[in-house]
């Protein structure tokens, strides 16, 4: 099986950006579709965007779209979330996702995905 690992939280200022890293192990993050969602506290865990397998393929919840972008580095082997022009409502726990068979395409929403990481915090202040 594979296990998901989330990198690059920590407290910025209102404005500022940060880029967050998803990696695997067990299996390779290339051969899967990978999700990114995030929770606020006492909040339902939304997604926020996702990248296809090979790439080809990005999509995004309309709060974050602008100024949050999906990429992956085959090389590395890690998917990443950059997020730009940071607000205090996007602090919350940032998770990774992976999923490889879905029913329907794109995948939006957290049952879609088999695969997750633990979580990264993001905190913006003002």
Known sequence: QVQLVESGGGLV?????????CAAS??????YAVGWFHQAPGKERQ???????DGLQKFYADS????????????????????NSLKPEDTATYYCAGGD???TWPPRSKTDY????????????S
């Open 101 to 103: 068979k879905f029913k």
């Open 114 to 125: 088999p695969y997750w990481g633990r979580g990264t915090q993001v905190t913006v202040s």
């Open 13 to 21: 200022q209102a404005g500022a950006s940060l880029s967050l890293s």
């Open 64 to 83: 974050v779209q602008g100024r949050f972008t999906i990429s992956r580095d085959n090389a590395k082997d890690i998917v990443s979330l950059q997020m």
């Open 47 to 53: 997604f926020i965007g996702g990248i296809s397998a």
């Open 26 to 31: 067990g299996r390779a993050l290339s051969a």
